[in-house]
Nanobody, 124 residues
Framework: QVHLVESGGGLVQAGGSLRLSCAAS????????MGWFRQAPWKEREFVAA???????YYADSVKGRFAISRDNAENTVYLQMNSLKPEDTAVYYC??????????????????WGQGTQVTVSS
């Protein structure tokens, strides 16, 4: 069975950095887009970033220039490097993966596999 396991979340001061990791198991996702969503309490779940099988990256406007998504297909792992963190980045971050190769990356319904989430808290 497929599992996505996030790690790397924690507490950081504004302006700091964190690197999230998502290790996938049970299936190779080398031919699929993988991405990250986040959700703050009582807020809508929002797209953060995605990366295609070929390395094309997609970012929400709110994180563009600060976050960088990457992947290591040999390790079946996707990363999210988060720099210049702001308090508004505070949320649970979810690693996501689809079952189709052609998807609309910003649409959460495109993703069938979700990790358990990792908490990122940015203090002011």
């Amino acid at each position: 069975q497929v599992h996505l396991v996030e790690s790397g979340g924690g507490l950081v001061q504004a302006g700091g950095s964190l690197r999230l990791s998502c290790a996938a198991s049970g299936r190779s996702f080398s031919s699929y887009t993988m991405g990250w969503f986040r959700q703050a309490p009582w807020k809508e779940r929002e797209f953060v970033a995605a990366i295609s099988w070929s390395g094309t990256t997609y970012y929400a406007d709110s994180v563009k220039g600060r976050f960088a998504i990457s992947r290591d297909n040999a390790e079946n792992t996707v990363y999210l490097q988060m720099n210049s963190l702001k308090p508004e980045d505070t949320a649970v971050y979810y690693c996501v993966a689809p079952t189709r190769t052609s998807i609309v990356v910003h649409n959460s319904f495109e993703y069938d596999y979700w990790g358990q989430g990792t908490q990122v808290t940015v203090s002011s």
